[in-house]
C-alpha cells in the first residue's frame, strides 16, 4: 500500500517543512514498533507518478524546456509594440524589419549560446527538450487582425507549471498568437504520460484589447494603466513567480487584471493562491527581471523597481521572507532589442545551492555566493538580445519535491 503524507493543517510554513519531511521516518519507526513489514508502506513521491511536477523555482531540476532561435523574424508592428518602445529609436527599426529574419550573426551566436546552456544542463544530469521548428515568417491573418509570427525563443513566456499541470498562457503579442505550435509535440506527449494540460481562453487580439494611445511619458503604469485594456483576459506566464501554494502575480502590458483573475480562479480550487504585487516599474513586461524568487522565503528584487505599494513590501516582511537587493548590471553597449540589462538578475536555479548566471556578470555572482549559492556561468549576451535570460529561455517541467507553502503569514489559520 502507499501513504500519501499530507501537509500539516491546510498551509505549511518553511520552518514546519522538515517536520513534514520527517515524517516517513517517524512513519518507519512506528511500524517497527508494531512488527509491521517495513516493505508494505512506500512514501507517495508525486514527481516519480507524472511527467509534469514543478511547484517553485528552486527544487532539484529534473527536466526542462529550453527554446529555440531557430527562424525567428522582428514582431510585426502594433500597439502592443510601440508602447514598450521608444518612438524615435525603435519605431523605424521594427516597423523595416517586421516579419524579416533577425541579424544573422546575433542568431548564429545566440544559437551557440544556448546550445552551450543545454551542454551544461545535461551535464549535470537534466533532462532537456526542446519546441519543434517552425517557420515564424508565415504571414497569418484572423478575422481581427494580420501577422507574422516572431520565435519559439522562450518557453517561460508561455508555458506555467504548477504541480502536476502544464498551462499555456494565451500571450498578449500578435505576433505570438500561435507560438504555442512549436510546443503541441511536448504538450501531447505529457498529456498522454499522465499530466494535466490546461490551454487559457485565447483572446482575440482585436483592437479593442489595447489602448493605442498609451503614452509611457505620462506615468499611466503608476495608476495601473497599460497598454493591455480589460477587454478580454490576457497573460503571459512570465508575468508569475511560483513559491509552491503561493504565486506571485503582476500587471503589466502582457498581463490584465482579467488575466490574472482567470488564473486565481483556475487554481483556487487546488488551494493555490495569488498575490498581486506591483512595482515603481514605467514599462512593465514580464516580472522576472524585477523580482525573482531563488529558495524559499528568499527573493532578489530589482533596486530599480521598488515595490509600488507599502503593504505589498510589508506583506513578505510579516512573512518573515528576506529579499535581497539584486547587484546593478555591468553588460553595457550591447544591443537588447526587448529588455533591458536587468536580465542579469534573470537566472535559473538548479536547486537551492546552484544557480546558472551569466558569466560577465560578476557582481550578480558575488551576490550569490554571499548567499552560499554556488554559480555555474555561461555566455548569454546574444541570446539576451532577443529579451532573455537564462530563466526566459527555459521552462522547467519537473523538480524533485512536494507543494508546500512558504509564504506563512502570522493571521492565517
Not at 516517513?24 to 509534469?52: D, F, I, M, R
Not at 498551462?167 to 499530466?195: Q, V
Request: charged share 25%; net charge negative.
Amino acid at each position: 500500500m502507499k501513504r500519501i503524507i499530507q501537509p500539516l493543517g491546510r498551509y505549511l510554513s518553511h520552518s514546519r517543512v522538515s517536520q513534514c519531511r520527517n515524517l516517513s521516518t517517524s512513519a518507519s519507526k512506528l511500524q517497527e514498533t508494531n512488527n509491521v513489514s517495513l516493505n508494505t508502506a512506500e512514501v507517495y513521491e508525486p514527481w516519480e507518478h507524472t511527467p509534469v511536477w514543478s511547484c517553485n523555482e528552486w527544487d532539484p531540476l529534473e527536466e526542462v524546456i529550453v527554446g529555440r532561435i531557430d527562424n525567428a523574424v522582428w514582431p510585426t508592428m502594433g500597439s502592443e509594440i510601440k508602447a514598450l518602445f521608444n518612438k524615435m529609436d525603435s519605431w523605424p527599426l521594427f516597423q523595416k524589419n517586421a516579419g524579416q529574419p533577425f541579424p544573422k550573426k546575433f542568431m548564429d551566436e545566440a544559437e551557440k549560446e544556448i546550445n552551450e546552456l543545454v551542454h551544461i544542463l545535461e551535464q549535470e544530469g537534466v533532462k532537456v527538450r526542446r519546441p519543434d521548428l517552425v517557420d515564424h515568417g508565415k504571414t497569418f491573418e484572423t478575422p481581427d487582425f494580420k501577422a507574422s509570427g516572431m520565435y519559439c525563443a522562450m518557453p517561460r513566456d508561455i508555458l506555467m507549471v504548477v504541480g502536476n499541470e502544464i498551462i499555456e498562457a494565451p500571450m498578449a503579442w500578435r505576433s505570438r498568437f500561435f507560438e504555442y505550435r512549436g510546443y503541441r509535440t511536448l504538450m501531447k506527449e505529457y498529456f498522454r504520460g499522465g499530466a494535466q494540460w490546461t490551454t487559457a481562453p485565447k483572446p482575440l487580439m482585436s483592437d479593442e484589447l489595447y489602448d493605442k494611445d498609451w503614452d509611457q511619458s505620462q506615468g499611466l503604469a503608476a495608476q495601473g494603466k497599460f497598454v493591455t485594456t480589460e477587454f478580454e483576459p490576457c497573460f503571459d506566464a512570465a508575468d508569475f513567480m511560483r513559491a509552491g501554494r503561493d504565486i506571485f502575480a503582476q500587471k503589466s502590458h502582457t498581463t490584465n487584471d482579467m488575466g490574472i483573475d482567470w488564473v486565481e480562479r483556475h487554481l483556487a480550487p487546488k488551494d493555490i493562491r495569488i498575490h498581486r504585487v506591483a512595482f515603481n516599474d514605467p514599462n512593465p513586461m514580464h516580472i522576472d527581471a524585477t523580482f525573482s524568487i531563488i529558495g524559499p522565503g528568499l527573493a532578489v528584487l530589482n533596486p530599480d523597481c521598488s515595490f509600488q505599494r507599502k503593504e505589498h513590501k510589508e506583506m513578505f516582511d510579516r512573512a518573515g521572507w528576506k529579499i535581497v537587493e539584486a547587484a546593478r548590471p555591468v553588460l553595457k553597449g550591447h544591443p537588447l532589442w526587448f529588455s533591458s540589462n536587468w536580465l542579469s538578475m534573470n537566472t535559473l536555479m538548479l536547486d537551492e545551492k546552484r544557480v546558472i548566471c551569466a558569466k560577465e556578470e560578476v557582481p550578480t555572482q558575488k551576490m550569490f555566493e554571499k548567499l552560499g549559492i554556488k554559480c555555474i556561468t555561461l555566455d548569454i549576451k546574444h541570446a539576451n538580445s532577443f529579451d532573455g535570460g537564462f530563466h526566459c529561455w527555459t521552462c522547467d517541467v519537473r523538480r524533485r519535491g512536494v507543494m508546500e507553502s512558504y509564504f506563512h503569514l502570522p493571521d492565517q489559520h
